[in-house]
């Protein structure tokens, strides 16, 4: 992941006290509510590294909640997310992982509410930037700097093919897309970041029989 500029790197508008623990959290948080598309009736946060370490003191408690009841890093209702949370009946628990990470600011959150779930793991790189390298057991690398959607298919080498000829009539738009497998054999993920949300597009992707469903997020 490379910084544009230097805003990349001083962090954006945020709630404090640091662009890396509280703001690149509340990213992280903010991107699963999106993708989740509903308020979450239990949440729990399991966190690696130096964010197990430090989270209550650097705010990474507070900022991850905020970002999953959809406050940006600049919204001070990330203060008091964790009253909020409980003022809704959300239920949340924090998990500190004794296990290495790949990143030291590293934080998986698995949502459930209305008989759906999610899985995101995602890890705060600076800058109040963050990359998003695993949903649903599916490699990625998302930075939620672009509208993205994620498709689910039937895996075939037939369908793929006919998946990426679908998404290069959109080229103009594209920014990046990638296939991802599961361990689950035949379970196919492809992600694609655009520069800006075309609903042709996802009306073309679902027409395809072999796709089973869809799930978008904004922009963050």
Known sequence: MKFRSVFDIIG?????????HTA????IGLFTRNLFNRSPKNIEVTLYGSFKDTYRGHGTDIAIIGGLLGCDTFD???????????????????IESEITPI????AKIELEGDGEFLEVSGKSIGGG???IFEIQGFDVEISADF??????FDMTDENKEKLEDTVLNFRQILKSYKFSSSIIEGR????IEMEYYKEEIVECLL???FVSHIKYSPKI
Do not use: W, Y
């Open 147 to 152: 509208p993205t959607i994620f498709v689910f």
């Open 103 to 106: 990143h030291p600011n590293t």
């Open 207 to 209: 027409s395809l029989g």
């Open 24 to 27: 690149g959290a509340a990213r």
């Open 76 to 94: 001070k209702g990330i203060r008091t997310s964790l009253e909020d949370a409980k003022n809704q009946g959300i239920n949340f628990k924090f």
């Open 129 to 131: 930037k963050m990359v």
């Open 12 to 20: 954006p508008i945020m709630v404090g006290p640091s662009s890396s």
């Open 188 to 191: 196919n993920l492809l992600s």
